[in-house]
T-cell receptor, first 116, second 110 residues
Framework: NAGVMQNPRHLVRRRGQEARLRCSPM?????VYWYRQLPEEGLKFMVY????????ESGMPKERFSAEFPKEGPSILRIQQVVRGDSAAYFC??????????????FGPGTRLTVL | SQQGEEDPQALSIQEGENATMNCSYK?????LQWYRQNSGRGLVHLIL?????REKHSGRLRVTLDTSKKSSSLLITASRAADTASYFC??????????FGAGTTVTVRA
């Protein structure tokens, strides 16, 4: 049973470009979460999705950031017109399809975004 | 503000010694999780302890939870060089939104 997959592992973008980060949850998991980690800090919640639904995006910046989890395929975190402050590690986590409050979230290896 | 805060920020020990780190949080939780992160890598889930549990073991790891003090501790016994990593506690005070501290960086010297 493969773990949470994320790609790419490293992404370099110039200011103004778009960044697309992909996450495939563990088999059987239908809840996906995105977190951001700035250098020397802990992870900060961004968004929680289920298939075809955004459940909670309260941690995501209002502009330039969007997330989706389509019926087929991976979850995508999209950052438009990237700025240097977007440079961070972005982690995806998944959990089983029952109450997310009581279960472990399993994390992927992360995508390290560098904005030049 | 961060819900979970680890203490100390950094810890350096000799191989074979025990390492203890603490986590304090502010509001009621359903469960508390500990994760390990090796430098530049992803998070590895270590252990989950529920609010009605006081102690849990997994291999060389021992986790305690004191809900009256809103604190948890992670003990790594007989440390190895491979235990060198950052350790984070994560709480779910805000439901599924895990809240992480800045972590404890553990260095195990050979």
């Amino acid at each position: 049973n493969a773990g949470v997959m994320q790609n790419p592992r490293h992404l370099v973008r110039r200011r103004g470009q778009e960044a697309r980060l992909r996450c495939s949850p563990m088999k059987g998991h239908s809840h996906v979460y995105w977190y951001r980690q700035l250098p020397e800090e802990g992870l900060k919640f961004m968004v929680y999705l289920q298939k075809e639904n955004i459940i909670d995006e309260s941690g995501m910046p209002k502009e330039r950031f969007s997330a989706e989890f389509p019926k087929e395929g991976p979850s995508i975190l999209r950052i438009q017109q990237v700025v240097r402050g977007d440079s961070a590690a972005y982690f995806c986590a998944s959990s089983p399809p029952y109450s997310p409050s009581y279960n472990e979230q399993f994390f992927g290896p992360g995508t390290r975004l560098t904005v030049l | 503000s961060q819900q979970g805060e680890e203490d100390p920020q950094a810890l350096s020990i000799q191989e074979g010694e025990n390492a203890t780190m603490n986590c304090s949080y502010k509001t009621s939780i359903n469960n508390l999780q500990w994760y390990r992160q090796n430098s530049g890598r992803g998070l590895v889930h270590l252990i989950l302890i529920r609010s009605n549990e006081r102690e849990k073991h997994s291999g060389r790891l021992r986790v305690t939870l004191d809900t009256s003090k809103k604190s948890s501790s992670l003990l790594i016994t007989a440390s190895r060089a491979a235990d060198t990593a950052s350790y984070f506690c994560a709480t779910d005070a805000d439901d599924y939104k895990l809240s992480f501290g800045a972590g404890t960086t553990v260095t195990v010297r050979a």
